[in-house]
């Protein structure tokens, strides 16, 4: 069955390949991803800033490894804002692991490897409840690969998004003591993890949803103004691709609710 088309098509997110390199750096803030060398690769991520997830999916992987980056964001981006079905989204995520293992073997310098199997597993566990995740060892595979994502690239923005996060949900599902001794989790540490993803992308929507969702998690009505906040300032940036206008709508429907 096809993948569910995004909904927002925009002549603004078709980038040529010379356009893609020329603002290469702008839209890859997040990810840190390095300019692909394999013109297949380079046609992946064509597709998957225009927001065609499918192809960018088929693309990235008649590439091999070398595409596997561009095929893993785009089947976690299409199974986390697109897809409807449970379990499809859930087989996705497990998709993504398996390649991100085998990803790991082939380029154990490669920091997509690491970063996409934390994101899969992260979205998996919030997909089959975070508490049962963690019993089943998820939270630490997760808080591994986004270590590793981190030695291999400090600025790797979105991996620091993904550490916020997951401290924030260890916190919120089995407290700030437990969390500590088991997870190395920490409220300080959480914040932090945000304030330096916005550091190293400033535009980045998702850091400040993802920011606005932990101070709720961590400070429950205390939190409150500030996370409204956050999405205001997310639905007022200009997307630059179909992601950045997925993340946007999100923090726009997380304002109405």
Not at 33 to 52: L, M, R, S, T
Not at 130 to 142: D, E, P, R, S
Not at 235 to 252: F, G, N, W
């Given at each position: 069955m096809a993948w569910k088309k995004f909904p927002y098509p925009d002549p603004a997110y078709v980038y040529s390949a010379a356009a893609l390199k020329k603002n290469w750096k702008k839209l890859h803030a997040g990810d840190a991803?390095?300019?692909?060398?394999?013109?297949?690769?380079?046609?992946?991520?064509?597709?998957?800033?225009?927001?065609?997830f499918e192809s960018a999916a088929r693309l990235g992987l008649a590439a091999g490894v070398a595409g596997y980056a561009a095929a893993n964001k785009a089947t976690c981006i299409h199974a986390h804002y697109l897809e409807k079905s449970r379990d499809k989204k859930l087989a996705s995520f497990l998709a993504v692991v398996e390649r991100c293992e085998e990803q790991q073997a082939q380029q154990p310098k490669n920091p997509a490897g690491f970063y996409w199997h934390a994101y899969a597993l992260g979205r998996y566990s919030q997909g089959i409840s975070?508490?049962?995740?963690?019993?089943?060892?998820?939270?630490?595979?997760?808080k591994a690969s986004l270590e590793t994502t981190l030695d291999l690239a400090s600025r790797h923005a979105d991996a620091h998004i993904a550490l916020g996060v997951f401290q924030a949900e260890v916190i919120d599902k089995v407290g700030a003591i437990v969390g500590a001794l088991t997870y190395g989790a920490s409220k300080r540490q959480s914040i932090a993890s945000f304030k330096t993803a916005l550091a190293l992308n400033p535009g980045s929507a998702i850091a400040r949803v993802e920011y606005a969702n932990a101070l709720v998690m961590l400070?429950?009505?205390?939190?409150?103004?500030?996370?409204?906040?956050?999405?205001?300032?997310?639905?007022?940036?200009?997307?630059?691709?179909?992601?950045?206008?997925?993340?946007?709508?999100?923090?726009?429907?997380?304002?109405?609710?």
């Open positions: 991803e390095a300019w692909p060398k394999d013109a297949g690769v380079i046609n992946a991520w064509i597709a998957f800033h225009a927001g065609e975070v508490v049962k995740a963690l019993a089943q060892g998820i939270g630490t595979k997760i400070e429950g009505r205390d939190g409150a103004k500030d996370a409204i906040a956050l999405c205001e300032e997310a639905v007022a940036l200009s997307p630059h691709d179909a992601m950045e206008r997925l993340d946007i709508e999100l923090a726009r429907q997380e304002l109405e609710e």
